[in-house]
């Protein structure tokens, strides 16, 4: 058994990678996000793997080798829960404690061991189609997800294999993925799939492998795009050709996952033609289609992109797995550009409308997140369609992959988050910790320990939102110079060193363009990365929706303990309650102040936690 280091993504050898991330043996958090990571743990991944055998999704195995005899559970594509499940929980097993570990692994186990046994001889695995449908494989790719499920199972392979050095899952994917490379591609079968995932987990599997096969049959299917295969829709972005796009369109997740395939595919081939694509793409998305929680996908219908500037906030889609694809996608650019906007957006999203889709209690699920609501949204224990429950488990155990990288001279934090790390640098052992109250506060002390002198540049992430930063070294101010978003502290590094960054968090009124026609005369509150709302249960004596504001009146900024939400911060502003209104229309006339007041606004990733009323991230201005 040899076991590897567990990457998310894995590019130390890939050409057009800027620098490469820490492995999830080398960083521990012990911060905010931790909070999110520890119950993933010890709730959310045990709860999911009983309601994947409740619903009958592991059965589904069970049946396809003959060991049960039932009808086919669910959705056509619900082995991907199941391997979107295997991948977080393989995560989880380097950061349980002994006893929750054990408990894991022996679920884990018996999971892979049914997932194996469905494999047919040919390397063929997809549940849906067995028996009565194995005539029908790869014949509707547009509609039947089964390069998508495949591409879970590749990636889930992967996880399990870097965290055990076990090869029996990770087998079974690469007879898949050889199944699959002798079925498609020029002179063979035509066709790509409705909903990309496929390009970005053949890239992985080949980076594990050093097989060119893999990264060649990713390409093949980016470039079947365009040309009908997928159904020849906007829908599943085969509309056009992939080099020719303008702008994110379609089904928001399966965009996303294409670009992130696409950006895999550049880091491993440094083909500028991709890299102008991806960054007009991104482009457009970040300046005409991104709610302000970092959201994506504003329809209902077709879980889709809108039109530039088509954001309503109470009929937001703004689905979880596309926030969680928006993350990955923005990792991804990271790696390619080393610009600090990625990483700007990843946490734009990460502490906003991604982290809001999980509940305080670890068991409970947005699939939709509005920006307003009448108190009648609800998170939900499970759904017959739960990708984003499982892309949830998934995800949450990755998170410390994501706050370090490093390349051949320079370390660089993307994400500030209590924690610590360890790494060669140069053949020299570097140690570095994060102290910090991030995100409630702007203050990081950063420890380096050197065992013998290494020169690097220590490169610190200040956000595009930050008008300022101050920073120290060993009590010493260091003049702070940005390249490409990072302040760049250089220095020949012995001993124990701190590195003290200070960004001040101050409230910040934001307000929308003016084509986003719902916003107007409206503000939303923001304080450092954290975008904030208002909330019934914190205000029951006003109405939350009609509430004006003062965007230049003085806010008072505090932290305070919950038994829901534990602790967390709050925000007091003054403003000014609205005239009561009846009618549904009325001549226009000044708004009329009943009194002043002050409204309390509690982070947005936090609401729906506690008791049910209305929900407004925009509020009114007063006059």
């Not at 620098?19 to 958090?29: A, K």
């Not at 997809?126 to 509707?140: Q, S």
């Not at 999203?349 to 509940?359: A, D, E, K, P, T």
């Not at 003054?574 to 007041?597: C, F, Q, T």
């Amino acid at each position: 058994m040899n076991k590897t280091y567990t990457y998310i993504t894995r590019c130390e050898k890939s050409p057009a990678a800027v620098f490469r991330p820490l492995s999830l043996e080398q960083v521990r958090i012990e911060g905010y996000l931790a909070r999110y990571l520890k119950r993933a743990l010890e709730v959310t991944i045990p709860a999911q793997y009983d309601l994947l055998e409740s619903t009958g999704r592991i059965d589904n195995f069970r049946r396809a080798s003959g060991k049960m005899k039932k009808d086919f559970q669910g959705y056509f594509f619900n082995d991907s829960d199941v391997y979107k499940w295997v991948e977080g929980c393989s995560y989880a097993l380097l950061y349980a404690e002994p006893a929750l570990r054990e408990k894991l692994e022996k679920l884990l186990n018996n999971v892979i061991d049914e997932i194996i046994a469905a494999q047919d001889e040919n390397g063929y695995l997809n549940t849906y189609f067995t028996f009565e449908r194995a005539k029908d494989r790869w014949t509707d790719l547009a509609n039947m997800h089964e390069l998508y499920c495949a591409g879970h199972l590749i990636q889930a392979a992967i996880a399990h294999h870097r965290v055990t050095g076990k090869r029996k899952l990770f087998d079974t994917a690469l007879k898949l993925a050889n199944h699959i490379e002798n079925v498609f591609g020029f002179g063979k079968k035509r066709g790509t799939c409705g909903h990309p995932e496929i390009e970005m987990a053949l890239i992985e599997l080949f980076r594990e492998t050093g097989d060119l096969e893999f990264l060649n049959l990713a390409n093949y299917f980016i470039a079947e795009r365009g040309h009908g295969f997928a159904g020849g829709k906007e829908y599943t972005i085969d509309h056009r050709p992939f080099l020719e796009l303008t702008e994110v369109t379609g089904h928001a997740v399966r965009m996303l996952y294409l670009c992130c395939g696409a950006t895999d595919f550049y880091l491993e081939t440094s083909n500028k033609d991709f890299l102008r694509t991806l960054t007009n793409l991104w482009e457009n998305m970040m300046t005409k289609k991104v709610y302000i929680t970092g959201g994506v996908g504003s329809r209902y219908e077709g879980e889709a992109f809108g039109e530039e500037y088509e954001l309503p906030n109470r009929r937001a889609y703004a689905e979880t797995c596309a926030s969680i694809a928006s993350f990955m996608w923005n990792w991804r650019m990271l790696l390619a550009t080393g610009e600090a906007k990625f990483a700007d957006a990843m946490e734009q999203v990460l502490y906003n409308g991604l982290l809001s889709g999980i509940s305080t209690d670890g068991v409970h699920y947005f699939y939709v997140n509005p920006l307003e609501d009448l108190g009648r949204h609800r998170r939900k224990d499970w759904f017959n369609c739960a990708c984003c429950p499982t892309n949830l488990a998934r995800f949450l155990p990755s998170l410390p992959g994501y706050i370090y990288t490093v390349s051949n001279d320079s370390v660089w934090l993307h994400i500030y988050e209590q924690s610590a790390c360890e790494f060669f640098l140069k053949g020299k052992r570097v140690k570095i910790s994060q102290q910090t109250d991030y995100p409630f506060d702007g203050h990081v002390e950063i420890t380096l320990e050197c065992e013998e002198p290494v020169h690097f540049d220590l490169m610190l992430r200040i956000p595009a939102w930050a008008h300022e930063a101050f920073i120290e070294v060993n009590g010493t101010p260091e003049n702070v110079s940005l390249n490409k978003g990072y302040a760049r502290v250089t220095r020949l590094w012995s001993g124990a060193n701190v590195v003290s960054l200070f960004i001040p968090f101050n409230v910040r009124f934001m307000k929308s363009h003016p084509y986003v026609r719902e916003n107007v005369g409206k503000v939303a509150v923001m304080r450092g990365p954290i975008l904030f709302c208002g909330e019934k249960v914190d205000n029951p004596s006003i109405d939350v929706w009609t509430f004006a504001v003062d965007p230049v009146g003085v806010c008072d900024v505090y932290t305070a303990f919950d038994s829901i939400l534990g602790r967390t911060l709050f925000i007091k502003v003054k403003g000014a309650e609205g005239k009561k209104v009846s009618s549904l229309y009325e001549p226009y006339s000044k708004r009329k102040v009943l009194k002043s007041g002050e409204i309390v606004l509690v982070p947005y990733h936090l609401w729906a936690n506690r008791e049910q009323g209305p929900m407004v991230v925009w509020l009114n201005v007063a006059e």
